[in-house]
């Protein structure tokens, strides 16, 4: 657990990945059961007892550059609590492989990893010898070995859908989004990502070649969860949703025809839907489109550049926001602060820009070296130097963000966007008002109070 405890009255989301891979594992005609601390919050002598009473052979544990040293010392103590069966490592943390098979891991999965678990698992039972293995990591004779990669999956279509039945969609949402409602799920309609950007993984994992499930495909999804859960919220979590303006305006058009009482959130790109934003942005709208989220992340066009984007982005984000505005969608925008190239005028820029922007939300972050990133190979771990530390640059998010959300028009937009799209928001979300105050930036430290925004 790494995350503040109040974070969960606001979000409460399962792992998604976890899903996938409980599904691929199903599909193989083997038992498969999801431990999400997130969703119940057990200890290490508690996991150790549910695996002996659900008599499970084999441990995979999701890992995040986060989660590094709680996944090394989860190993460790199973192990001492009696646990003998193989251990299996995944996810984006997985860069870091030999780390995990020095402190026990017996195999390490890098990349998509429907396939892999699947062979990991007819590989523990005796049914796959070692030699055809893909995309894994394991140790022989005091050697890492690193099996050739795994083929990605494609097309997407032939995934199965995530396996929700362990712990259903009632349970779940996430209050950052104002439109909210209940049954919520994350759903994916892409893997890869065509960027190049220094400070995130992605790509690394996924591909550069964007993989699009298709329309149909996504819209049986969505039906399954319609009519098995009642789902009314969708949380698109792709790189970049609908990379393709058709693909979008295809998928729009299903969702109007379906007829279903549904909203949904994106992630979208500056350069989305250039040349008919007005039209596209209005039919997914219709379609329950609610809110945007775009990546700005700098608005200094050299720091832009050092991170492998296009200046242009800055000129496009604004169109890509009004627009979205005037079809009534919530609006996000983002910054890190942090990054190569970094200094007091750059980082002002981002709040300038914002302020004159004025998105529903912007909201400012500071660098987080992802193990694998471009970043972290040029700079290690502590990222490069800007001549700010870790707690200066924390300072000068929380501070930027109260001067964005203390203003008059954005603090009455917000108001009156959420009275009119979702008042119940604000019943749901009173008793968890501290975080709130503290995630936007307005509780101040006595460090804080003695840095101005300027």
């Not at 097309?155 to 996430?174: A, C, I, K, N, W």
């Not at 000068?396 to 001067?403: A, F, I, L, N, V």
Request: include cysteine.
């Amino acid at each position: 657990m790494v995350a503040e405890k109040r974070e969960y009255g606001m979000k409460r989301v399962p792992a998604l990945g976890l899903q996938y891979l409980a599904a691929a594992v199903k599909g193989a005609g083997r038992h498969c059961h999801i431990y999400d601390q997130s969703l119940d919050n057990f200890d290490l002598p508690r996991l150790a007892r549910l695996l002996r009473e659900d008599e499970i052979d084999v441990v995979g544990f999701y890992t995040s550059t986060f989660l590094k040293q709680s996944v090394i010392a989860g190993m460790g103590e199973l192990r001492e609590r009696g646990f003998s069966g193989p251990l299996i490592v995944g996810g984006p943390g997985a860069f870091s492989y030999e780390e995990y098979l020095a402190a026990g891991a017996d195999m390490v999965c890098h990349g998509e990893g429907e396939r892999s678990i699947v062979e990991m698992l007819e590989y523990f039972g005796g049914e796959r010898d070692e030699a055809v293995l893909r995309g894994v990591s394991y140790l022989r004779d005091g050697r890492v070995i690193m099996a050739p990669p795994q083929d990605l999956i494609d097309p997407l279509d032939e995934v199965p859908f995530p396996d929700r039945t362990q712990h259903s969609p009632d349970g779940f949402y996430d209050y950052h989004y104002f439109g909210m409602r209940q049954p919520y799920a994350p759903m994916m309609t892409s893997r890869g990502c065509a960027n190049r950007c220094t400070f995130c993984t992605s790509a690394a994992i996924l591909g550069r070649r964007v993989r699009q499930r298709s329309v149909e495909n996504v819209m049986a999804e969505i039906e399954q969860c319609v009519r098995d859960f009642g789902l009314r919220y969708i949380g698109f979590k792709d790189d970049i949703f609908g990379t393709k303006t058709e693909w979008a305006e295809q998928f729009a058009e299903a969702m109007i025809a379906r007829g279903h009482d549904l909203r949904y959130g994106v992630l979208l790109s500056p350069f989305s839907y250039l040349g008919r934003r007005e039209p596209t942005l209005r039919l997914m709208k219709r379609s329950g489109l609610d809110q945007v989220v775009v990546g700005i992340q700098s608005a200094d066009p050299e720091v832009i550049r050092n991170i492998k984007r296009r200046p242009e982005q800055l000129e496009a984000a604004v169109e890509l926001v009004s627009t979205a505005k005037r079809q009534g969608i919530t609006t996000i925008i983002e910054f890190i602060f942090g990054l190569p190239g970094d200094s007091d005028a750059t980082m002002r820029k981002a709040l300038d820009y914002s302020l004159r922007l004025r998105p529903h939300h912007a909201l400012f972050f500071v660098l987080t070296v992802l193990e694998g990133s471009e970043i972290f190979e040029q700079y290690g771990a502590e990222g490069p130097d800007t001549g700010f530390t870790l707690e200066q640059l924390r300072r000068r998010c929380s501070g930027y963000q109260r001067h964005f959300y203390t203003r008059p028009g954005v603090f009455f937009g917000n108001l009156w966007q959420i009275l009119r799209t979702n008042p119940r928001w604000f019943l749901r979300v009173l008793r968890y008002l501290p975080y709130l105050i503290k995630a936007i930036g307005m509780k101040r430290s006595a460090s804080a109070k003695a840095m101005p925004p300027e």
